[in-house]
């Protein structure tokens, strides 16, 4: 099983509706991640835009079945880049 290392950036535009569901995906697949960072997408603390940056480590297929998951929000951006 290859492993596979990214850097995974998740941009929130309905934070406040679609973050529960988010977090219960980013909880399943928590042994997936290195790095965890999420902050409001700008200088307001309280906005209704998030961003959370991942680094994650683990195998293809659980890294494409995690990020198949948050496909299917069209409120969420979901950007990787693979670091090794």
């Known amino acids: 099983m ?3 290392c990214s850097v995974i950036v ?3 535009d309905n934070r ?4 529960p569901e988010v977090q219960k ?3 399943e697949h928590g042994c997936l991640f ?3 960072l999420g902050l409001p997408r700008n200088h307001v603390a309280c906005t209704n835009e998030g ?3 991942l680094v994650s480590e683990g195998s293809e297929e659980e890294t494409a079945a995690f990020l198949a998951k948050l496909q299917k929000f069209s409120q969420v ?3 990787s880049v693979d670091i090794c």
Request: no cysteine.
């Open 34 to 36: 290195k790095v965890r």
């Open 77 to 79: 951006k979901v950007n």
């Open 2 to 4: 290859k492993t596979k």
């Open 16 to 19: 406040l509706e679609d973050a």
């Open 25 to 27: 995906i980013l909880t």
């Open 51 to 53: 961003l959370v940056i």
């Open 10 to 12: 998740l941009v929130l």
